[in-house]
């Protein structure tokens, strides 16, 4: 579980605001309670110490002003704190009690006083003044009211409101991303959700967007496809007329340089023409082999059963005599390895990728060629000790693409594209990389059949 992702970036900001705000609101009531609670029991304090002094008074044994002994014993008596200072008076204005120094001096500062009436056992009604008291920052008390139960029930009711939220939030945005991911250009039949499609809110917007976008790359390749296609179609008839005639024109001259020279470049035209053909058709049963993995549909007419080490051997074979200046050498061929795909596609990449390798391997090197398993996967390495390439050597498997080195100096670019479009076609990946040791390496990862 990654917590930096954006469910957890939402589900904590939100969830923080509203624990944010509660704590806020519990601690304002707690505080407006205890401020309340504390006056009202400052108010019952005064009234019995005021009481007790009056009761004195009319007995004829008023307490001292100050701090006198009595006084002292009436606030132990009646458990009220030494903070409760007073001032009695009659009706009259006549002090019958002026309490403590503290207190005439917040009198005298003019801090604000609370005035009680208070009617004695002889029925006499006196006014009894006090100071208010101060309601202490207790944080104690303060956590004791917010950790409540109540308090709890809404702090796991505001979690999962926030994961609730959070949820509708990147749910579509996984769905996005899972299409983002399995979108292949004219290649499946996949769509966004018509419902993320409906929303009214920028949602929406983005997976409206991604559809548009989709929809014009889509159109875009599919004419690249069909222009390929049309071109290479188009040109084979004037090609065939062009090769008859100088085929006729080298009978009738069979030694002109020129003659031969057209040749050569109708053979090479002949051979683009195929290569773009080829490609074209790979790409066109990538399409449709994702299209059939889309609907759980497997095309049954060109899969069958393929034994890896009668086809190693054999493409060797058909390799050396094609090369016979580079030893091939094939290694791990003890292990029954078996696939499930068509024959022709992997033969055809295989073949272009030795190929490769044989045309950019030095004489008399050798290219080897290994067979590996893992748990899942027949792992095909072919690897050359050539120059390798000096850049990226994936850009290697786009149509057309040449190296900026001593790589595709000839050809036409489209071996490796072909190799890596009859892999996928497959179910498999090709990955090209620089060998630590020298010469560019291709691996095949292939299901186990």
Known sequence: MRFNRIFWKIFAAIWLVNVLVVVCVVWVISSGH?????????AIQVERLAEQLI????????????????????Y????????????????????IYSGHKRFNDSVTHKKRLLTLIIESEKGERYRVHYLPIKTPHSIGLALRDILSAQLLLMLVASAFLSALISWGITQPLKHLQLFSRRYQPAGTSLS?????????????????????MTAQVDAAFSAQEDLLHDVSHELRAPLARLQVGVALAELAAPNNAA??????????????????????????????????????????K???????????????????????????????????AHVRGDPNLLQSALENLMRNACKHTPPKTPVELHLTHGDKTWQLTVRDYGPGVTE???????????????????????????????????GGTLVL???????????????KG
């Open 34 to 42: 205890l401020r309340e609670r504390m006056a009202h029991k400052h």
């Open 55 to 74: 009761a004195r008074y009319e007995r004829g044994s008023p307490v001292k002003n100050g701090r006198s002994a009595a006084l002292k014993k009436i």
């Open 259 to 300: 003659i031969a020279k057209m040749h050569t470049q109708c053979e090479r035209m002949n051979a683009l023409i195929q290569r773009i053909l080829e490609y074209s058709r790979l790409q066109s049963a990538t399409q449709a082999s994702a299209q059939c993995a889309a609907f759980e549909e497997p095309n049954t």
């Open 392 to 426: 990226d050597p994936n850009n290697l498997l786009k149509p057309f693409y040449r190296a900026g080195g001593q790589m595709h100096t000839e050809g036409f670019g489209l071996g490796l594209s072909i190799a890596a479009r009859a892999i996928k076609a497959l």
């Open 76 to 95: 132990r008596r009646y458990n009220i704190p030494p903070e409760v200072l007073i001032t009695i008076t009659n009706l009259q204005g006549s002090t």
């Open 302 to 336: 060109t899969i069958a059963p393929i034994n890896l080490q009668t086809l190693l051997v054999q493409v060797a074979d058909d390799i050396t005599f094609e090369f016979s200046d580079t030893v091939v050498s094939v290694y791990g061929n003890d292990h029954p």
């Open 192 to 212: 966004i959700d018509q419902k993320l499609l409906r929303r009214g809110d920028e949602l929406g917007d983005l997976a409206r967007d991604i559809a548009r």
């Open 433 to 447: 990389t620089n060998h630590p040791e020298g010469g560019l390496e291709a691996t095949i990862n292939l299901p």
